[in-house]
């Protein structure tokens, strides 16, 4: 599946939170991203291609600051793609962006989920980081 192809299914996250809810202990953390019910099943094969080409390189997560206060951009790096995915413009809570910082200060290492999607197919992202990102110039 193209990165564009995963990039505009997964634009469709409607909450992001974080949960500690797995019975496996190495699922803990993990950064969820949440979708309504609607196209489960094009969420979840985007996903899994997603975690099928990032399987055997290191996967980094960043969560940018925008000019809006209380939103965010998502992007998954992996040397398998030639670009990041990027997921743009969703809302995260002061809480909840606390939590994940505060969650990153103990390991960068954190679990990337869908609520769809089985916890099997979920990625491990070797590093996280909640940052400013560059405003590109068009």
Do not use: H
Request: proline content about 1%; overall charge negative; aromatic content about 4%.
């Amino acid at each position: 599946m193209d990165r564009l192809v995963i990039e505009s299914i997964l634009a469709d996250v409607d909450e992001i939170y974080l949960s500690n809810d797995s019975d496996k202990a190495e699922l803990n953390p993990s950064i969820i991203l949440g979708f309504k019910a609607g196209n489960s099943d094009q969420i979840i094969s985007a996903f899994e291609a997603l975690k099928s080409v990032a399987q055997d390189d290191n996967v980094e997560l960043i969560i940018c600051r925008t000019l809006v206060s209380g939103i965010y951009d998502l992007e998954i790096k992996t040397d398998a793609l030639d670009e990041p995915v990027r997921i743009l413009n969703k809302v995260i809570s002061a809480e909840l962006l606390s939590a994940i910082e505060s969650q990153l200060q103990k390991s960068k290492k954190i679990v990337l989920g869908t609520n769809v999607s089985e916890e099997e197919n979920w990625i491990l992202v070797n590093a996280a980081q909640v940052k400013e990102c560059a405003i590109k110039e068009g």
